[in-house]
């Protein structure tokens, strides 16, 4: 079981309290001057960074909307106005709290947490050191994680972003960073987390972050920066070091997005969903019984079953149809991401949409629709809620060996095959033919492998938050051509401003209350 979430579900608030105003102790919180005095505490401390996991504003609900409805493959038809303007590159007040507010702030919170480990726990004894090494690098690693999502989101070249290394008190006015020192503190925090985490827990602590998870976050982050040969290295410790005898693909695609197969051996990074509740889902931060289940379902479940204010682009389907598997039927990934009209003909048995069968198609709020299934609840039950228990598996083995196809195909001196051959070892665990079967040009040379790429990460990638990164690291958003080729299979980047729409606004609160930072560029 879970045995994380038990931690954190039991885990008491860490609230820093400011100067004393007056000399009196509310005996309902914990303060510091009574925290971070032993191990225990430690461990208390770095559990309550976890807990970030489990707000609206982080992986819960509201960063699904910015990482994947924002991409080309994803959108938003909402009632609800300014939500779904929001994935539509329409951003009339920065100050929209669910739209952009609510992670910003719960990123810093995050981070505030962290801080807080990393500034307390050294001065704590504990019984040996390598459980303070650890407890510092799941610190370490959460903190760049935070600045890893900030930097994607909001990251500019303008002194848009605080770098807040130590816990931070009211009024502060931390001085803003452009996105180069933003990534420059996620590699520094990185290469603490590596050197300090294990390669493994035990089964008692799955779901904490690992040495793995270290490596893999920080090649991302050095992808994103053009860092090919660096990231290649960080990537090798996973693919053929001595991490590669921890990881590798499961053989059932499905099995990375139930709660019957979790942590496998394909998880390099998870975060652990729970449907353990005993009251109504509550936005509140501070709840004595906090929702530890995943909320996106509720959001992204097709209509009668949940809000259905995201879904998919219909070109995703047409991609998978373009080929066959070795036995001559359809993608079996496309099975497992998507609801859409052809599902039941293309997949014999697949036939039921949560509680509902093939006529809903019929009815005009479905129709020529295409729902997001990757991440649902349907293969166990009719209906979707706010207590998903299903885990997000944040960093997949898949996503690795796609990336190091990506590395070696911008090195120079990379070899090709062994590009091609990684993209093929994914392929293969749906049962795809290889690349040179009905794609040979992307076996011959770089420039078309890395095209084909694209296409490549989005099959099996696919709603799984990374969407939004990657257009960002090949530049389609940089120049108009690459946003007139994203316009061709999502129309809402004919709304798409280049230099301005590839990372969001600072919050306007933020800017006004903080004469060091400024607001992202042309906003």
């Known amino acids: 079981m879970k045995k994380l979430i038990i931690y954190i579900f039991s885990l008491g608030l860490l609230i820093s309290s400011c100067e004393d105003i007056v000399d009196v102790s509310n005996p309902n919180n914990i303060e510091v001057r009574s925290f971070w005095q032993n191990e225990a505490d430690a461990v208390s401390g770095v559990n309550a960074i976890y807990n970030m996991f489990y707000k609206p504003g982080t992986y819960s609900r509201w960063i699904w909307f910015r990482f994947d409805l924002a991409s080309d493959e994803g959108f938003s038809s909402s009632p609800w106005i300014e939500l779904a303007e929001w994935t539509r590159f329409i951003y009339n007040n920065y100050n929209f709290w669910e739209g952009n507010g609510w992670t910003y702030r719960d990123c810093y919170e995050a981070i505030f947490r962290a801080n807080q480990v990393?500034?307390?726990v050294p001065g704590i004894e504990f019984q040996d050191q390598a459980s303070k090494d650890q407890v510092l690098g799941q610190a370490y690693f959460l903190r760049a994680l935070y600045y890893y999502?900030?930097?994607?989101?909001?990251g500019s070249e303008n002194n848009s972003l605080p770098i807040v290394l130590e816990p931070s008190k009211p009024g502060d006015t931390p001085e803003g960073h452009p996105v180069s020192d933003v990534w420059e503190q996620v590699e520094n925090d990185l290469q603490n987390a590596i050197e300090m985490l294990p390669p493994q827990w035990d089964d008692n602590n799955l779901g904490r972050a690992t040495k793995g998870a270290a490596y893999a976050l920080r090649a991302k982050c050095l992808m994103q920066q053009h860092k090919w040969d660096e990231a290649l290295q960080d990537l090798e410790w996973l693919v053929n070091g001595d991490g590669a005898q921890y990881y590798d693909l499961v053989p059932n695609y499905k099995d990375n997005f139930t709660h019957f197969n979790e942590n496998n051996m394909e998880s390099v990074f998870e975060i652990q969903y729970s449907d353990i509740h005993k009251a109504p889902a509550g936005d509140g931060d501070f709840d004595i019984d906090p929702n530890l289940g995943l909320n996106r379902g509720q959001f992204f479940a097709p209509p009668g079953i949940g809000w259905t204010d995201g879904e998919a682009r219909?070109?995703?389907?047409?991609?998978?149809?373009?080929?066959l598997n070795l036995d001559g039927g359809y993608d079996i990934r496309l099975k497992e991401s998507l609801f859409y009209e052809q599902m039941a003909e293309d997949?014999?048995?697949n036939d039921k949409i949560y509680r509902f069968g093939m006529e809903v198609w019929n009815q005009d709020n479905y129709r020529?629709?295409?729902?997001?299934r990757k991440y649902g609840t349907d293969y166990y039950r009719d209906y979707d809620d706010y207590h998903s228990p299903v885990n997000v598996r944040l960093i997949r083995y898949a996503d690795v060996l796609l990336m190091y196809a990506e590395c070696i195909a911008n090195l120079p001196s990379g070899n090709l095959d062994e590009a091609v051959a990684m993209v093929d070892r994914v392929r293969s665990r749906a049962n795809m033919p290889k690349l040179e079967v009905n794609y040979p040009e992307a076996t011959l040379t770089k420039e078309v492998f890395l095209k084909r790429l694209q296409m490549e990460r989005s099959l099996e990638l696919c709603f799984e938050g990374h969407r939004w990164a990657d257009l960002r690291r090949w530049g389609l958003m940089e120049?108009?051509?690459g946003v007139n080729e994203l316009a061709q299979r999502d129309p809402d980047f004919n709304n798409f401003v280049v230099g301005r729409h590839d990372c969001l606004p600072i919050p306007s609160s933020e800017v006004n209350?903080?004469?060091?930072?400024?607001?992202?560029?042309?906003?």
């Open 149 to 154: 999502n900030l930097a994607i989101l909001w």
């Open 118 to 120: 990393l500034y307390y």
């Open 368 to 372: 020529n629709r295409v729902f997001i």
């Open 479 to 481: 120049n108009q051509e």
């Open 314 to 323: 219909p070109w995703i389907v047409e991609e998978f149809r373009k080929e």
């Open 513 to 523: 209350n903080n004469e060091n930072l400024d607001q992202n560029p042309n906003y």
């Open 347 to 349: 997949f014999p048995g």
